[in-house]
């Protein structure tokens, strides 16, 4: 099976993408659909997968400063299309073909160490730092927790 690789935002199937994060992924499955869209809209870049018949059957997106820094996020394929070295050529369309080839590119992720292994990706040194996500203080009130 021949599949397309592609960075047409117009392509994407936001029903797909949908579908696949807030039921298949591990990973930020608290975020709502208008969420999964606003994150979608407003990436530096998206890169999709594309079965002959145009069926989206993988998705990333990423965001950048558009000069030297990029972070890789929502990396998947659909669980029938795997196997065929998808993930490989989404990730090499994104971080090596597109014009961040020449960013410091960054992700989180719990799985496919050695897929990323392949482009470079290696646990930080002693100079990374992370702030992890905070509560939604909105959801505390303006005052802040009771004390």
Do not use: C
């Not at 936001?14 to 869209?37: C, G, H, K, M, P």
């Not at 145009?54 to 659909?78: K, N, T, W």
Request: hydrophobic share 45%; proline share 5%; net charge negative.
């Amino acid at each position: 099976m021949t599949y397309d690789i592609d960075d047409d935002p117009a392509r994407l199937d936001l029903d797909t993408i949908w579908a696949f994060l807030s039921a298949e992924a591990y990973w930020n499955r608290w975020r709502t659909r208008a969420d999964v869209e606003e994150q979608v809209r407003t990436a530096w870049r998206v890169v999709g997968a594309y079965a002959p018949d145009g069926e989206l059957v993988g998705f990333a997106r990423a965001v950048s400063d558009g000069v030297a820094f990029a972070y890789l996020a929502d990396v998947f394929i659909l669980p029938a299309h795997r196997g065929h070295g998808l993930g490989k050529r989404l990730v090499a369309a994104m971080i090596d073909e597109g014009p961040g080839a020449h960013f410091r590119w960054t992700l989180f992720t719990g799985d496919a160490h050695g897929l990323y292994e392949q482009f470079g990706f290696a646990a930080p040194d002693a100079t990374a730092m992370v702030r992890p996500a905070r509560p939604d203080v909105s959801a505390i009130g303006a005052a802040g927790p009771a004390t």
